[in-house]
């Protein structure tokens, strides 16, 4: 299908291991977005890029976190020195462009535990 | 800042009744976004419908339609003849205009009932 792949869909690390989570937005979506959400909670945003550009890294909960999109198509985020506060699923959304407000498309999510 | 609140954690219905789920947000905004998404087991997330703030008419797909109150910052989604396949959790969502980010509300989980 056309939709946004997220690989894996289940993760297990032990703590202090690093991991890699990838993302595949939809062809030609400019925005993409990486969001985590905790077990029987909302999401809550971690990052934005626009294209290759990284415009927001806010919502990152702190400097073991780290995405990139080199390319301005498929992203990763990499989480080092992964804690058990880090499980989580981790959702990955594409939109075509942020003018206008273009919904967001999101993947399956990576299901992320630590043990 | 931004908060969206669901204060119903766990509905239920009748397969073939209508159900209302409620969402509240505050905001000082007068521009913005409002959405409601479904999340079955599945994990993906799916939009539903969403309600841009400056059309006074309430958004409606289908089954599924909204009571946007602008002045009382409440945005409850209606679904009509409700079927098995609506068992889900169900998310309401913000975006201040010309924003990127969401703000998402703790969820609803919708049982239906055969």
């Not at chain 1, 909302?42 to 702190?62: I, R």
């Not at chain 1, 498929?74 to 594409?94: F, G, H, M, N, P």
């Not at chain 2, 766990?10 to 209508?18: L, N």
């Not at chain 2, 797909?61 to 109150?69: C, T």
Request: glycine letters at 6%.
């Amino acid at each position: 299908g056309a939709g946004v792949s997220q690989s894996p869909r289940y993760k297990v690390a032990k703590r202090g291991q690093d991991v890699a989570l990838r993302c595949d937005p939809i062809s030609g979506h400019v925005s993409l977005f990486w969001y985590q959400q905790a077990l029987g909670q909302g999401p809550e945003f971690l990052t934005y890029f626009q294209n290759e550009a990284q415009l927001d890294k806010s919502g990152l909960p702190s400097d073991r976190f780290f995405a990139e999109r080199p390319e301005g198509s498929v992203s990763t985020l990499k989480i080092q020195r992964t804690q058990q506060e880090d499980s989580a699923v981790y959702l990955c959304a594409s939109s075509l462009h942020t003018e206008g407000n273009q919904p967001q498309h999101f993947g399956d999510g990576t299901r992320l535990s630590i043990l | 800042a931004q908060t969206v609140t669901q204060s119903q954690p766990e509905m239920s219905v009748q397969e073939a009744e209508t159900v209302t789920l409620s969402c509240t947000y505050d905001t000082s905004e007068s521009d913005y976004y409002l959405f409601w998404y479904k999340q079955p087991p599945s994990r993906q997330m799916i939009l539903v419908i969403r309600q841009e703030a400056y059309k006074q008419q309430n958004a409606t797909e289908n089954r599924f339609s909204v009571n946007f109150q602008k002045a009382a910052k409440s945005f409850s989604l209606k679904i009509s003849d409700s079927q098995l396949g609506d068992a889900a959790m169900y998310f309401c969502a913000y975006d201040m205009d010309s924003n990127y980010q969401l703000i998402w509300g703790a969820g609803t989980k919708l049982i239906i009932k055969p």
